[in-house]
C-alpha cells in the first residue's frame, strides 16, 4: 500500500460503481479523500444543475461514508491557482476520470505534465463515455459528421473490445480530512427556492438512478420506439440528468440493457439514443468552435431578430401555442422536458419567432437538470439547422400539427397548462378557434404571438438570403 494520501478529483462521476479512478485510489492507498472543485462562475448561468450538483453532493457523501472516505468540497475561481497550490504539499497521489468537454480535456494536459514534473503520482481514466473520442473515426482518420455511419462504427468498436474486468471499491482504513476552508453542499443551493419542486421528482443519487434504469428495462423498453414520441406518457427513460452527472455510467446502461432484452427494437434504439450523446461528444471535440458558434459557417448571416417580448413570452409558456406553453411550463416546473417537446418549443424559437439558437440554448442551460454542453449545443444547432446532420431549416414544425399528432387527447397540454383543461380534443391545440362564454381568448389564455404560415413564410425567406 502506498502510505501517501489518495486523492479522487471528483467532476461528473457521482457512483462508486464503474469508477475507474476512485475504485483504483482505493486499491493503492489506505486513506483516499474524494474532492469537488466548486466555480461558482461556471454554475452562473446554471441554476437548475446547482439544484442537483449540491443534492449530489451530499448524497454521495453519505455513500462514501460507509467506505471511510471524506468527500470534501473546495471552493475555486481556477483550477489552475488550486492545483499549483496543491502540488506543493507532495504528501499525496492523485486519480481522475476524464470529461470529455475540449476545456476539461486541455486541462487534464497541463495537469499532467504539471504532476509529471513535480513527481506526483497520478493516473488519469476513461470517462462516461462507451467509446474514447479518438477511437471513432472515418477510415481516413477524419471525424464523422454524419450520425449513422459514426454509431455503425461505435457500436461495433464498443462490442470488438475485450471488457475490462470488473473492479469494486475498497473500504479504506480510516477516514481522514485533507483540505482546508472546506463548504458544505448546501451552499450552492440557488438563492431562488423555486426548485422546491424538484424534491418531489428527482432523487439524485446512485442507487435511484440503477433503481430507475432496472424499471425502464422492465416495463418501459420494449416499447420505447413508439412511446419515446409522446410527452403524455412516461415513455423514456427520465435517466439523462443521472448520466450528466455520472450517476450512471453508459456501460452500466448497455449492459443491463443487452442481458435482458439482447437486441430488439425497443433496446436498439434506446442505445441508439445513447449513441447520439457519443456523437455531440465526438462533435464538440473535434469541431470545438460549435460551443461557441454555428457549425455551420454559413448561418453566421442568417438575419436573427432581437425581439425581448416574444422571447420572454417564450420563457414564460406565454406564446398561445398550446405544445410550446405545455413544454417551457414542464421545464420551469421539473427541470427536464420530453425530447419531442425541446424540439417543437426550439423550432418555434428559431423558425416562428425568428431568434438566434444561442438564446433558446442559454435558457435551456439555465433550467435544464440534465444540462450538457456537447448535447445541448448539438441539440439546438440540430433544430436550428445550423449544426452536423442537422433537421434541414426550411422544414418548419407546425406546431398545432405536432400537438394534435402527438398529445392527441391534450393530456400533456392540459396538465402543464391547466387554464385549457375544459377544452374539448377539437380546440385543445387550437384554442383560438374555440368561442364560449367560459372562455375568453386574451384575458384566460394568450392570442397566438405570431400567425403560423406568416411566420412560416417569413422563415423561409430569411432562409433564403444565406
Ligand atoms: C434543443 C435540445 C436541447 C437538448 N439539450 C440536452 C442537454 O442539455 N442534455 C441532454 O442530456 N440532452 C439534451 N437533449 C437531448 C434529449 O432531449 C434528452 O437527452 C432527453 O430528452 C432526455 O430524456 P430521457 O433521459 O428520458 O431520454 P431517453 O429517450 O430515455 O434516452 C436515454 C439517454 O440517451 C441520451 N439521449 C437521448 N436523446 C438524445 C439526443 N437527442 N441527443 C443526445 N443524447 C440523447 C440521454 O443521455 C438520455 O438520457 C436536447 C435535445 C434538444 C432537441
Known sequence: MDKKIGLFWLRDDFRITKNNALIEATRLHDRVVVFYLYKEKSYKQQEAQKWWLSKSLSNFRKQLNRFNINLEIVE?????IFFDKLIKKKDFSIYWNKVYEPD?????????????????????????????????????????????????????????????????????????????????PEKILPKKQWFKNFEKIWSPEEQSALKELKNFI??????????????????????????????????????????????????????TEIGWR?????????????????????????????????????????TGYPIVDAGMRELYSTGWMHNRVRMIVGSFLVKHLLIDWKEGEKYFKNCLLDYSPASNVAGWQWVAGSGADAAPYFRIFNPILQGEKFDKEGEYVKKWVPELRDLSKKFIHKPWEHNDKKFKLGRDYPYPIVKHEEARLKALNAFKKI
Open 76 to 80: 475555486t475561481n481556477s483550477f489552475k
Open 104 to 184: 476539461y480535456l486541455k486541462f487534464d494536459e497541463y495537469l499532467l505534465n504539471t504532476l509529471n514534473s513535480k513527481n506526483i503520482y497520478n493516473k488519469r481514466f476513461k470517462g462516461n463515455a462507451l467509446n474514447e473520442i479518438n477511437e471513432v473515426k472515418k477510415n481516413d482518420g477524419t471525424p464523422f459528421k454524419v450520425f449513422t455511419p459514426f454509431w455503425r462504427t461505435a457500436e461495433k468498436y464498443y462490442l470488438e473490445k475485450i471488457p475490462p474486468k470488473e473492479k469494486i471499491i475498497k473500504k479504506c482504513e480510516k477516514k481522514i480530512n485533507y483540505f482546508n476552508n472546506v463548504i458544505n
Open 278 to 318: 457519443e456523437f455531440n461528444y465526438s462533435l464538440i471535440n473535434h469541431f470545438p468552435h460549435m460551443l461557441r458558434n454555428n457549425y455551420s459557417k454559413k448561418f453566421d448571416r442568417f438575419p436573427w431578430e432581437k425581439n425581448s417580448k416574444f422571447l420572454n413570452a417564450w420563457k414564460k409558456g406565454l
Open 218 to 271: 422492465k416495463e418501459k423498453i420494449n416499447n420505447y420506439a413508439e412511446g419515446r414520441n409522446f410527452p403524455n406518457i412516461v415513455g423514456t427513460s427520465k435517466l439523462s440528468p443521472f448520466i450528466k452527472f455520472g450517476q450512471l455510467h453508459v456501460e452500466t446502461i448497455w449492459h443491463e440493457c443487452i442481458k435482458k432484452n439482447q437486441k430488439n427494437i425497443g433496446t436498439s434504439k434506446f442505445l
